[in-house]
């Protein structure tokens, strides 16, 4: 038998539902609808680092903007794999915007791991809202930690799927 590789193996997986796809972009655009709310509630709150609220709020709109462009037609993958010029214009957009959002989340890094932990009683030298630094920092956090669990499950699969790799090798040599 000839040997195949273990990635062309793997099939395309199915589109999810309307109702799945519904209730996934809620849920992802809850959490800027929170960074715009918070940011702006807050935002002359953090003398110590004023953009800690201008980073929720940009950081919120952008993330809003993008996931409510991802709903348009115009960014779905036809099926027969033509693309159209509006398809391009809206993957050129979302790339941008995503990039955009990449840097804004380095500098965002910046500004709020620099001060850690701030003085949180008003009138203070230091001084920055508990509520706007503690949900930008955990906000930012978890990115960190949504990473390496992605990073360490593709590990994971990549290492299963070596493994299945050669057990199949194996297999093909005894017949």
């Not at 952008?62 to 991802?70: C, H, I, R």
């Amino acid at each position: 038998m000839e040997d195949r590789n273990l990635l062309q193996n793997i099939r395309k997986p199915p589109k999810p539902s309307t109702p799945v796809l519904i209730i996934s972009k809620i849920f992802v655009i809850v959490l800027p609808i929170a960074q715009v709310s918070i940011g702006a509630i807050h935002l002359h709150d953090c003398p110590v680092q004023p953009y800690i609220p201008i980073y929720l709020l940009v950081s919120g709109v952008f993330a809003l903007v993008l996931g409510l462009l991802s709903c348009l037609p115009c960014t779905q993958e036809p099926d027969d794999g033509t693309h159209s010029p509006l398809s391009s214009l809206c993957t050129t957009w979302n790339s941008l915007v995503s990039l955009f959002l990449f840097c804004w989340f380095i500098a965002g890094n910046i500004w709020i791991y620099s001060i850690y932990q701030p003085n949180y009683i008003s009138g203070k030298e230091q001084y920055c809202d508990k509520t706007l630094y503690l949900f930008a920092f955990w906000t930012t956090t978890l990115v960190y930690i949504f990473l390496g669990i992605i990073f360490l499950g593709g590990c994971c699969m990549l290492f299963c799927m070596c493994l299945l790799g050669k057990v199949s090798g194996n297999a093909d040599n005894d017949v």
